[in-house]
């Protein structure tokens, strides 16, 4: 579709656009602080963008601005993905005390063009425009996660960031850059059949070239070996940056590894493949099982070792992209349609956990597993939220956790019997993280001296504590609607295929 009919189907990513120069413009005209105000203007625009999308016809399946992005249902579901984690992060930040002495104007105003860039990753069918949004995204992650630049930690925390995305960001421009010599296109939608045209001896470029652009993407979903940034990262940032970033880029770094393996080496029937074509004699499917049971066992183990809450959740983060890693060698609907309902569910119970330690370091000024010892007698309903949201996590019924490791597991069962050794290992895996989970729990309850005194964070923060608790036990006893929704959204643009 040419540049001018595309305008008419890009009304959200018009909207959050707007919303930025909006937000720039309203933050001059505030002072230090009334600046959390522009919180107001951002949370705005990014409604108004939800409604925009709900509005249009979600089952579209076409190609933008000469085929470099996609509107179909499968990123329209990210998309949502993306809005209601980031609402959620806009509503806590105003309440959370690490911005107590900063300017936080163009906190929201970069957290928006985030979310401009995350919206092209989701959407992207060419090699240019997926390097493009991702460099967007990782930008605005690096300024966010060293915005506390009085604190050493966080200044740090960015400075890895910067460097380890740096890298990775070379190593899959090289990689695109081979693969585009290779092919002669940019389109994924064309490279699998330029591929299959491919005489043996370009098998060993080949073979670099996924390589590294698979180090790209497994940078952005923190896969092992390319998870080193995230449990500083992610310990040093501002702890609702931290929540963003465990879910948002995660969710979209996800459906950007989907569409390009899934069209690269599918079959010509959308998300039915079930086989993976390729010229190359490399396994693929089995090297992403084994990166994916790495992962998994490392972010269960390490967590168990640590002492920092934010740590731990941040090597649980590492631990879940290996749940939702393992089903992608199947390359069938049902395995993507597992990791689809696994990243909504993820967003609740991943964004409830970081914003707990929030309303614990608003009271506490820590976030270690002592500041955690009898939160169950000294704030009931943070230490019952905080034990939904740790169950949850772990898999545990009748949350909705366990629904989603139940369709990871079932579609890798259903795969064959040559997935059964990942799905032993991934079962396996959650037991270990069950250590871990409900240590948070026991400290809550059965650590520290009960008190005389109840005390509960301020009513915006425990009203948003609540809200994810409850779509947590809603979604863990009737999760059809969202079923529903994810299955008719596994529907992408395969062009060319």
Not at 98 to 109: A, N
Not at 140 to 161: H, T
Not at 227 to 253: N, Q, R
Request: proline share 3%; with cysteine.
């Amino acid at each position: 579709m040419s540049n001018l009919h595309s305008i008419k189907y890009f009304i959200p990513e018009l909207i959050i656009l707007a919303t930025v120069l909006i937000g720039i413009i309203a933050d001059l005209f505030y002072s230090k602080k009334k600046s959390y105000l522009t919180g107001n203007w951002i949370l705005g625009g990014l409604i108004l963008a939800l409604i925009s999308i709900l509005l249009h016809n979600l089952q579209n399946v076409t190609t933008l601005f000469t085929d470099m992005v996609a509107l179909d249902p499968f990123a329209v579901f990210f998309k949502l993905i993306i809005l209601i984690a980031t609402i959620f992060v806009v509503l806590i930040s105003r309440y959370n005390k690490e911005f107590t002495d900063y300017r936080v104007g163009e906190y929201y105003v970069l957290l928006a063009i985030m979310v401009f860039g995350l919206f092209l990753m989701v959407s992207a069918v060419d090699l240019i425009m997926i390097y493009l949004a991702i460099e967007t995204v990782s930008i605005m992650s690096f300024i966010l996660a060293g915005y506390l630049k009085s604190e050493r930690r966080s200044n740090e925390s960015a400075l890895k960031y910067v460097i380890y995305g740096a890298f990775s960001s070379g190593l899959m421009l090289f990689g695109m850059s081979i693969l585009f010599g290779l092919t002669g296109v940019t389109k994924i939608c064309l490279i699998g059949n330029n591929l299959m045209a491919l005489e043996g001896g370009a098998n060993f470029a080949l073979m670099i070239s996924f390589v590294l652009i698979l180090a790209g993407f497994a940078y952005k979903i923190s896969v092992v070996p390319f998870h080193f940034w995230t449990p500083d990262v992610y310990e040093g940032a501002p702890t609702t940056i931290t929540a963003f970033l465990s879910v948002a880029p995660k969710a979209a770094g996800f459906a950007v590894v989907i569409r390009f393996f899934h069209i690269v080496f599918g079959d010509s029937v959308a998300l039915q493949a079930g086989t993976w074509l390729t010229q190359t004699e490399i396994p693929w499917a089995q090297i992403l099982a084994l990166l994916a049971v790495i992962t998994m066992t490392l972010g269960n183990v390490v967590a168990i070792q640590q002492d920092n809450i934010k740590r731990m959740l941040a090597y649980s983060s590492i631990a879940h992209a290996g749940y939702m890693l393992m089903v992608l060698p199947v390359l069938s609907s049902d395995s993507i349609y597992a990791i689809m309902l696994y990243l909504f569910i993820y967003i609740f119970m991943n964004l409830g956990a970081f914003f707990t330690v929030i309303a614990v370091k608003n009271i506490t000024g820590g976030e270690t597993f002592t500041d955690f010892m009898g939160l169950g007698w000294k704030m009931p309903l943070v230490g019952f939220v905080m034990t939904v949201f740790m169950f949850s996590l772990t898999g545990l019924p009748p949350t909705a956790g366990f629904i989603g490791k139940f369709y990871l597991f079932a579609s890798l069962i259903k795969g064959g019997s040559q997935f059964y050794w990942i799905a032993f290992v991934g079962v396996i895996n959650s037991v270990i993280s069950l250590y871990y989970y409900m240590r948070v729990v026991k400290v809550m309850y059965f650590d520290g001296e009960p008190q005389k005194t109840i005390s509960n964070p301020i009513l915006p923060v425990t009203l948003i504590l609540l809200v994810l608790a409850t779509f947590i036990i809603i979604f863990g006893i009737y999760w059809t609607p969202l079923a529903d929704c994810v299955r008719n959204s596994l529907i992408f643009y395969i062009g060319g295929l």
